[in-house]
Antibody
Framework: QVQLVESGGGLVKPGGSLRLSCAAS????????MSWIRQAPGKGLEWVSY????????YYADSVKGRFTISRDNAKNSLYLQMNSLRAEDTAVYYC?????????WGRGTLVTVSS | EIVMTQSPATLSVSPGERATLSCRAS??????LAWYQQKPGQAPRLLIY???TRATGIPARFSGSGSGTEVTLTISSLQSEDFAVYYC?????????FGGGTKVEIK
């Protein structure tokens, strides 16, 4: 079954850290570009970060640059997002998504809540 | 960054009617644009990429048109399952950006 499954979300205090994971299955993960996209409660979609299939090219939204780090392990079919110095405005459902020219496969998301 | 502006914010349509959703970019995105549908509690679903190419499994009643700074998503005859929020997204330049969404609701 072709799917993406996120994990690692939860409640964290401002200034804290969290590491999200995304497990891919049913397709050749190493062939695909991947991104993290988030959605604050009741709000629209915001692209967060991108990583190329080999991991050699990475981009970040300005809102997370210097605080978040995207990575992947093609041997484990997994995508990661290390989130440091978390702020209240980082509270959102975080989705991993496949593709670059349109995201054609999304996970169900994992909720990150930043609150004291 | 390229700002994507969708209009209207809410569109009230009766089942069987046609819906036209607009997306305007602050600078040209060529045809590097995608449309997504999102229902409550679900992840977005890719409908259209390349401004006008339907993604796999998407019904023919969904069509995309336009390029440059003005693109349109048309749903030719709304079905009950089409009531949702629709987002456009450009992938012409980094950072990738989404529009604010158009909610299509039952009239």
């Amino acid at each position: 079954q072709v799917q993406l499954v996120e994990s690692g979300g939860g409640l964290v205090k401002p200034g804290g850290s969290l590491r999200l994971s995304c497990a891919a299955s049913g397709f050749t993960f190493s062939d695909y570009y991947m991104s993290w996209i988030r959605q604050a409660p009741g709000k629209g979609l915001e692209w967060v970060s991108y990583i190329s299939s080999s991991g050699s090219t990475i981009y970040y939204a300005d809102s997370v640059k210097g605080r978040f780090t995207i990575s992947r392990d093609n041997a484990k079919n997994s995508l990661y997002l290390q989130m440091n110095s978390l702020r209240a405005e980082d509270t959102a459902v975080y989705y991993c998504a496949r593709g670059q020219y349109g995201f054609d496969l999304w996970g169900r998301g994992t909720l990150v809540t930043v609150s004291s | 960054e390229i700002v994507m502006t969708q209009s209207p914010a809410t569109l009230s349509v009766s089942p069987g009617e046609r819906a036209t959703l607009s997306c305007r970019a602050s600078q040209s995105v060529s045809s590097n644009l995608a449309w997504y549908q999102q229902k409550p509690g679900q992840a977005p679903r890719l409908l259209i990429y390349g401004a006008s190419t339907r993604a796999t499994g998407i019904p023919a009643r969904f069509s995309g048109s336009g390029s440059g700074t003005e693109v349109t998503l048309t749903i030719s005859s709304l079905q009950s399952e089409d009531f949702a929020v629709y987002y456009c997204q450009q992938y012409n330049k980094w950072p990738l950006t989404f529009g604010g969404g158009t909610k299509v609701e039952i009239k």
